[in-house]
T-cell receptor, first 113, second 114 residues
């Protein structure tokens, strides 16, 4: 069974641009969560989707948004990029909401110049 | 709000040494507690979990006990190997209403040398 797939693996953008990251969950998993990982702040929860609906949202500005498609694949978008958005963005999937185990992808490393 | 505090790293040990990584939490009610591990270039993997007070999670020789009275979930292993070198994250999730939102500690890097 394929794991959680995130694309692209690396991304370089400049300030002011926007970016879209993609996450394909494990087959059969309907919950997708996104986390931002930085050396200074550690891992911080962005949002969670289940059956195309946002179920939970972290404390990030409105520039960060996401969506989930009917096949459970998810995308997150960051508009008007700032230098501080440079981070590893991790996606995690699970069969359902409030599942005891999350399966993480390897992440997308975003660098904002 | 919820928070998780882990000991600062890096922690450097010799192979076969005893490992303890401290983790304490602040949360209302009774959260579920987790240890995740991240190997270089990879995403996080669940190492072990505990869902109620006095539960002991264990996996691959690692253990952690949910201590409600001290709000702690310290990770231990009796004899570490070079292959255990990784970053370890303590995390919590509320049982109801938390969805799959985890609150993580900052991570503790473990280096095991021969």
């Amino acid at each position: 069974k394929a794991g959680v797939t995130q694309t692209p693996r690396y991304l370089i953008k400049t300030r002011g641009q926007q970016v879209t990251l993609s996450c394909s969950p494990i087959s059969g998993h309907r919950s997708v969560s996104w986390y931002q990982q930085t050396p200074g702040q550690g891992l911080q929860f962005l949002f969670e989707y289940f059956s195309e609906t946002q179920r939970n949202k972290g404390n990030f500005p409105g520039r960060f948004s996401g969506r989930q498609f009917s096949n459970s694949r998810s995308e997150m978008n960051v508009s008007t990029l700032e230098l501080g958005d440079s981070a590893l963005y991790l996606c995690a999937s699970s069969p359902q909401v409030e599942n005891e185990k999350l399966f993480f992808g390897s992440g997308t490393q975003l660098s904002v110049l | 709000g919820d928070s998780v505090t882990q000991m600062e790293g890096p922690v450097t040990l010799s192979e076969e040494a005893f490992l303890t990584i401290n983790c304490t939490y602040t949360a209302t009610g009774y959260p579920s507690l987790f240890w995740y591990v991240q190997y270089p270039g990879e995403g996080l993997q669940l190492l072990l979990k505990a869902t109620k007070a006095d539960d002991k999670g264990s996996n691959k020789g690692f253990e952690a006990t949910y201590r409600k009275e001290t709000t702690s979930f310290h990770l231990e292993k009796g004899s570490v190997q070079v292959s255990d070198s990784a970053v370890y994250f303590c995390a919590l999730r509320h049982i109801t209403g938390g969805g799959n939102k985890l609150t993580f500690g900052t991570g503790t890097q473990l280096k095991v040398e021969l």
